[in-house]
């Protein structure tokens, strides 16, 4: 009943308003509203111009934004390379000063000169079968005409250093460190190819594995847990318990049995190159280079310019500091 009444008070209400005279209001509200339209539109037809205008600039700021962006990544891949070039030498650098100098007739090198650069270069000669890219003694990328896996050189020669590296640092020679540096530098690359997965992760997981880590090549059908490294060394006729041998003789077993587990990839990424997988990942590889081969032109300039950009920045925390 109060509900209702409620309602019916609130009807009474209604009705008691003055309808005619909230039309009247209502009314001169709409004819200001549409005068104030109309003067509107005038005002935004006189400025369309300059609407326009402004515009075309936004989208031109925003255009060289862009480009400012992708000129500083092409920058960025360029210094990068250099970082691995730099890498790549240290690390091969290493490997020749293990090595035995008094074998560099037996090797058949010129000179024991020729003979310590010989391990450097013959993983140059690996990287320009997979990049394509002649590196230069000074570190220069020279494409050349022969045929190639389509490799980015950037990671790959990364790659191969961190093997070598970390076999010479196990206690392998210099011999022994490059053939492995090679050897999962090519099955990591066919791996990636037969299992379609990334380079990156690949190689990543054959360092993971030389080290030691039997869990990164489980997925790639490796066994490389003490068990199965004891029974290989029964297989090949050592009679010594895994428990005692070296780092470095553990490192060329793990590399054996990782090369005779994954046969089944051996050479997939050449057999395979003209799928459209493998020709996305050279897509891929050929941007990266472009990429690098813009952002180089820009190295000297940047490399003169930085220095004072660096010091106005130290000036300003300072300055900031002192406030």
């Known amino acids: 009943r109060r509900l209702n009444s409620q309602f ?40 369309r111009d300059s609407i326009g205008r402004l515009a075309k600039r936004f989208l031109t700021l925003g255009a060289a934004v862009k480009g400012v962006k992708k000129l500083w990544s092409s920058i960025k891949i360029s210094t990068d390379y250099v970082e691995t070039l730099n890498y790549f030498n240290a690390a091969f650098q290493q490997v020749a000063e293990n090595a035995d100098l008094s074998g560099w007739e037996e090797a058949g090198s010129e000179s024991a000169e020729a003979y310590i650069n010989s391990f450097r270069d013959r993983a140059k000669e690996l990287t320009q079968k997979l990049t394509g890219f002649e590196v230069s003694d000074t570190g220069e990328l020279t494409r050349t005409s022969m045929p190639s896996l389509g490799l980015d050189p950037d990671k790959t020669m990364q790659y191969q250093a961190t093997f070598a590296q970390m076999t010479s640092s196990m206690g392998a020679t210099s011999d022994a460190a490059v053939k492995v540096s090679n050897a999962l530098t090519m099955i990591g690359a066919d791996l990636a190819s037969v299992r379609n997965m990334n380079f990156d992760k690949v190689w990543e997981d054959m360092a ?24 290989k060394l029964n297989s090949l006729g050592i009679d010594e318990s895994i428990t005692k041998i070296n780092q470095q003789d553990k490192a060329l077993l793990r590399t054996i049995i990782l090369l005779e587990s994954t046969r089944y990839a051996w050479g997939d990424l050449s057999k395979t190159i003209n799928q459209p997988a493998n020709q996305v990942r050279l897509l891929q590889s050929n941007f990266q280079s472009l990429s690098r081969t813009i952002g180089s032109l820009f190295i000297p300039t940047l490399t003169k310019v930085l220095p004072y950009i660096n010091a106005f920045v130290i000036a300003l925390q300072r300055l900031f500091a002192w406030i």
């Not at 993971?208 to 029974?231: C, E, F, H, P, W």
């Open 8 to 47: 019916v008070s609130l009807g009474r209400s209604m009705g008691n308003l003055t309808i005619n005279n909230n039309f009247s209001r209502i009314s001169a509200t709409a004819r200001n509203v549409t005068s104030d339209f109309s003067r509107m539109g005038k005002s935004i037809n006189s400025n």
């Open 208 to 231: 993971s594995g030389l080290a030691g880590m039997s869990r990164t090549l489980d997925k790639y059908g490796v066994n490389i847990r003490n068990v199965n490294l004891q029974q």
